[in-house]
């Protein structure tokens, strides 16, 4: 049983480490982007990447609140990229 924690453990953190890897690599396109589409795609990602964090440090935790706010990341993060697009492509987000 000690053993399955352990790799549990290290799981974990081989996937926290890469979420934020892969966090720092959105900020730097979304920051670099040379395109208005390129930055969405990047604030899209990184919600998703934040999305991951928050499962991972629920898991990690043994909390369930923190699923639930992953369920209100992923509502809000949905909604703000499709007005964000619309935005950008009409110039209007409610017509």
Same mark, same amino acid.
């Given at each position: 049983?000690?053993?399955? $924690?352990?790799?549990m453990n290290? *799981?974990? /953190?081989? =996937? &926290?480490? $890469?979420? @934020?890897l @892969?966090?720092?690599? /959105?900020?730097a396109?979304? +920051?670099?982007g040379p $395109?208005?589409? #390129?930055?969405?795609? =990047?604030l899209d $990602?990184?919600?998703?990447?934040?999305?991951?964090? +928050? +499962?991972?440090l %629920?898991?990690?935790? %043994? +909390?369930?609140?923190?699923?639930?706010v /992953?369920?209100?990341? @992923?509502?809000? %993060? &949905?909604v703000?990229?499709? *007005?964000? *697009?619309?935005?950008?492509?009409?110039? #209007?987000?409610?017509?």
């Amino acid at each position: 049983m000690m053993f399955a $924690t352990q790799l549990m453990n290290i *799981a974990l /953190s081989i =996937a &926290f480490v $890469t979420l @934020a890897l @892969a966090q720092i690599m /959105s900020m730097a396109r979304l +920051v670099m982007g040379p $395109t208005p589409g #390129d930055r969405i795609l =990047a604030l899209d $990602t990184m919600v998703i990447n934040a999305l991951g964090l +928050v +499962v991972l440090l %629920g898991i990690h935790q %043994g +909390v369930q609140i923190y699923f639930e706010v /992953s369920l209100l990341i @992923a509502m809000l %993060g &949905f909604v703000s990229t499709v *007005a964000l *697009a619309r935005f950008i492509l009409r110039g #209007d987000i409610i017509e």
